[in-house]
């Protein structure tokens, strides 16, 4: 079993910064991660994911200004967010997934909001 804690939210206005942290509780060495959100009313979306290749991937929406790295030795998962908009508003969260067993577990955080004004 992998949890995973979320942090860094907050409240930010257009055109700043924010650096979210995903907390694994094992290594994630050989873990998919992937970072999603969800705004009031929508649906969950992928913004943006990292392979345990180190192989990285983001959401049209995001592209150039969110930054999905990790750090092995600490068990983190970083998601770097920059030129924020409005429309980022979301709460976010952290997915793992863990191969077990020959099929694919997956595991979320708790969340962690993010609210940016115009």
């Known amino acids: 079993q992998v949890q995973l804690v979320e942090s860094g939210g907050g409240l930010v206005q257009a055109g700043g910064s924010l650096r979210l942290s995903c907390a694994a509780s094992?290594?994630?060495?050989?873990?998919?991660v992937g970072w999603y959100r969800q705004a009031p009313g929508k649906q969950r979306e992928l913004v943006a994911g990292?392979?345990?290749?180190?192989?990285?991937n983001y959401a049209d929406s995001v592209k150039g200004r969110f930054t999905i790295s990790r750090d092995i030795a600490k068990n983190t998962v970083y998601l770097q967010m920059n030129s924020l908009k409005p429309e980022d508003t979301a709460d976010y969260y952290c997915?793992?997934?863990?191969?077990?067993?020959?099929?694919?577990?997956?595991?979320w955080g708790q969340g962690t909001q993010v609210t940016v004004s115009s």
């Open positions: 094992g290594s994630i060495f050989r873990l998919n």
């Open positions: 990292i392979t345990n290749g180190g192989r990285t």
């Open positions: 997915n793992a997934e863990v191969p077990y067993s020959g099929s694919i577990v997956n595991y």
